[in-house]
C-alpha cells in the first residue's frame, strides 16, 4: 500500500509522467464530512476560515476536488495546470499551479509560474488526500495562510552512497487572501525567497529543512482599525510602528523527519512563523504521528500536536481596555491536541478514512477549541 500512496504523491509533488501522447490529465478528490461534538466550532484551515464544523454535520468545510492537466511541449520542456474547487470556498475554482517547467537533465530541473508554495513537507500534495495518510495534514503545524506563488523555483538532485539529496530554492511573489471568517479577510502581498533541503538515508529515513523569508504588505479592516485607534490616543511611537500593514518582514522555518520501518511510520514537523517587528504572535507548532499498517488494506494512525505561541512585540499604550484586548487576540498561547484514525484501501484508487480529534488550549477568544470526528472519501482517477 506504501507504493501506491506514494504514487499518488507523484500526482502532484512532480510532473506527472510522460506518455504516449503529448497530454495527460488526472484528477482527485475528497469528499470530507464531520461534526464537533459540542457547541464550540472547529475551523480546520488556516486559509479558508468560511469552512467550519459544528454540532451540525457539514460536507463543505473541507471537501475538495482538482483536475491537474500536463503538457509535453517537447522532451524537455512541459506545462503544468491544475484547477482545484473548494466547498469552503463556494465551490469557486482555484488554480494553484499554472507553471511552465524545463528538465536540463536528470538532476536539474526549473519551474516558472504559478507555483505551489514549498513549505511544507507534504505543500506539493497536500491536497491529494489519497497520497496521505491522514484525512489532512495536521493543521496546527499548517499554519502559513498561503497557498500558491508566481515566481521561479529550481530543484536539484544528487546522491551521495546511501544518501539522497534533494534541494529547492524560489523566489517570487505572493498575492493571496486569507478568509478568516466569514465577514472578514486578511489580504497579503508578499516579496519573498525561500530554499529547503532534504536528505534521504537508505530509503528508509528523511530528514527535511526549509527557511523563507519576505517583505509583507497587509490588507485588513481590523489592522488598519487598531493603528488609527492607537494613533487617536496617542500611544507610543513603537506601538504604533508594530501596528504598521506595509512591509513586514516575517520569515517561516520548518525540520521535517520521516521514518519508515517494516509496518511503522513516524512523520513529524516542527514549523516556526516569526515576525521581526510586529504585534502579531510567533508561533512555534509541531506534530508526530504514528502510522502502523496492520494488513494491506487498514492503517490506523495516532497524532500528537503542539502549539507554543509567544506574544508579538506589544508595548503598553497608555489604554488599559485597548491593551488587554490587544494581548487577548495577539497574546500568548498554549495548545496541545491528539488525533486517532484510520485509513482503509477500498479500492486500489479510493480510500476510506475516520478521525477523532480532540483540542485544548489556554488562548483567548479561540471559537475553534473542541472535540471532531471527521470521515472522508479519498481518491484519484
Known amino acids: 500500500m506504501k507504493k501506491t500512496i506514494f504514487a499518488a504523491g507523484l500526482l502532484a509533488a512532480s510532473p506527472l509522467i510522460a506518455h504516449a501522447t503529448d497530454y495527460s490529465v488526472k484528477g482527485f478528490g475528497s469528499l470530507i464530512g464531520g461534526l464537533t461534538t459540542d457547541q464550540n466550532e472547529f475551523r480546520p484551515h488556516v486559509k479558508y476560515g468560511g469552512g467550519k464544523y459544528d454540532e451540525s454535520f457539514s460536507l463543505d468545510a473541507e471537501s475538495h476536488f482538482g483536475v491537474q492537466f500536463r503538457a509535453d511541449i517537447t522532451d524537455k520542456l512541459y506545462a503544468n495546470v491544475q484547477v482545484i474547487t473548494r466547498g469552503a470556498y463556494n465551490w469557486r475554482p482555484e488554480l494553484p499551479w499554472a507553471y511552465i517547467g524545463y528538465n536540463f537533465n536528470d538532476n536539474i530541473q526549473l519551474k516558472a509560474g504559478r507555483l505551489k508554495a514549498p513549505f511544507y513537507l507534504y505543500s506539493d500534495y497536500q491536497d491529494v488526500g489519497y497520497a496521505l495518510p491522514w484525512i489532512s495534514p495536521p493543521r496546527n503545524a499548517y499554519m502559513v495562510p498561503i497557498d500558491a506563488i508566481d515566481g521561479v523555483n529550481v530543484i536539484g538532485n544528487f546522491s551521495r552512497g546511501q544518501f539522497e539529496h534533494v534541494i529547492e530554492a524560489w523566489v517570487g511573489h505572493i498575492d493571496d487572501t486569507q478568509n478568516k471568517y466569514e465577514a472578514q479577510a486578511l489580504g497579503t502581498e508578499i516579496d519573498a525567497f525561500g530554499f529547503s533541503y532534504a536528505t534521504t538515508y537508505n530509503d528508509w529515513l528523511m530528514v527535511r529543512y526549509t527557511y523563507n523569508e519576505g517583505d509583507v504588505d497587509l490588507y485588513s479592516d481590523d489592522i488598519d482599525t487598531i493603528h488609527s485607534t492607537l494613533i487617536a490616543i496617542g500611544a507610543p511611537n513603537e506601538m504604533i510602528a508594530n501596528t504598521t500593514s506595509e512591509e513586514v518582514r516575517g520569515s517561516f522555518s520548518g525540520l521535517a523527519l520521516k521514518a519508515e520501518f517494516d ?69 500568548a498561547s498554549d495548545t496541545t491536541a491528539w488525533a486517532i484514525g484510520g485509513r482503509y484501501e477500498l479500492m486500489p484508487n479510493v480510500a476510506l478514512k475516520a478521525e477523532y480529534q480532540s483540542q485544548s488550549s489556554d488562548a483567548y477568544h479561540i471559537e475553534d477549541v473542541s472535540d471532531t470526528v471527521r470521515v472522508a472519501v479519498d481518491f484519484v482517477f
Not at 495516532?302 to 485597548?322: C, E, I, R, V
Open 263 to 331: 509496518k511503522l511510520t513516524i512523520i513529524a514537523e516542527l514549523n516556526q512563523l516569526e515576525w521581526h517587528t510586529n504585534i502579531f504572535p510567533h508561533q512555534k507548532r509541531g506534530y508526530i504521528s504514528a502510522i502502523y499498517q496492520v494488513t494491506e488494506k487498514f492503517t490506523p494512525y495516532l497524532t500528537l500536536m503542539k502549539n507554543n505561541d509567544s506574544a508579538g512585540d506589544l508595548q503598553p499604550s497608555g489604554n488599559p481596555a485597548l491593551d488587554a484586548e490587544l494581548a487577548a487576540g495577539f497574546g
